[in-house]
């Protein structure tokens, strides 16, 4: 079975400042990585996903991950955050069978101005 | 855009309560979900279904059912509602033939036991 371990329950940062949200994975078989964003009062939304190829996947509105087998994480970054990134992050893993997620606990970037 | 809508945003009911939640997708995927989120554990998978009249157990299936008789509704049952049950309530959906294997989720159900 898989699991998600993200690192931090909250990341607090200045704006403008760079960022990175960890996660780590434990599973015995190739996974699909994803990291879903949570808006306050609204659901959630893929940010980005790794399915195969190149390690590092960017999203449209700047963040960035990259796909770690040897260490099992992939963690999530952007060089450069805005107020308007405040809210909570979850990776999540499946397996190559696609259709069930497992989730981390999520981590709630703060930014700050 | 796929829209997966949810009956209420926020509910209160009393324990012992039958409670209904439901959830709407528009866009013919097959498989739909219910999670649970509560804060620092994540979305935790209840149940889901892989088409109509199918459902399978997730991780904390106990305490509730579902039930799919329409492609597009899923509904997720709390038989007898207990305090241990509030928190927030998201369902998700995706397309079978999708390799990139997107869920879609709902806005969500904050469900209060008193």
């Known amino acids: 079975a898989q699991s998600v371990t993200q690192l931090d329950s909250q990341v607090p940062v200045f704006e403008e400042a760079p960022v990175e949200l960890r996660c780590n994975y434990s599973s015995s078989v190739s996974v699909y990585l994803f990291w879903y964003v949570q808006y306050p009062n609204q659901g959630l939304q893929l940010l980005l996903k790794?399915?195969?190829?190149?390690?590092l996947v960017e999203s449209i509105n700047g963040f960035e991950a990259e796909f770690n087998k040897s260490q099992t994480s992939f963690h999530l970054r952007k060089p450069s955050v805005h107020i308007s990134d405040t809210a909570e992050y979850f990776c999540?893993?499946?397996?190559?069978?696609?259709?069930?997620?497992?989730f981390g606990a999520g981590t709630i970037l703060r930014v700050k101005s | 855009d796929v829209k997966v809508t949810q009956s209420s945003r926020y509910l209160v009911k009393r324990t012992g309560e039958k409670v209904f939640l439901e959830c709407v997708q528009d866009m013919d995927h097959e498989n739909m979900f219910w999670y649970r989120q509560d804060p620092g554990l994540g979305l935790r998978l209840i149940y889901f279904s892989y088409d109509v009249k199918m459902k399978e157990k997730g991780d904390i299936p106990e305490g509730y059912s579902v039930s799919r008789e329409k492609k597009e509704r899923f509904s997720l049952i709390l038989e007898s509602a207990s305090t241990n049950q509030t928190s927030m309530y998201l369902c998700?959906?995706?397309?079978?033939?999708?390799?990139?294997?997107?869920?879609?989720f709902g806005p969500g159900t904050r469900l209060t036991v008193t």
């Open positions: 998700a959906s995706s397309l079978s033939r999708d390799i990139t294997y997107e869920q879609y």
């Open positions: 999540a893993v499946s397996d190559l069978g696609g259709n069930k997620l497992v």
């Open positions: 790794y399915l195969s190829g190149s390690t």
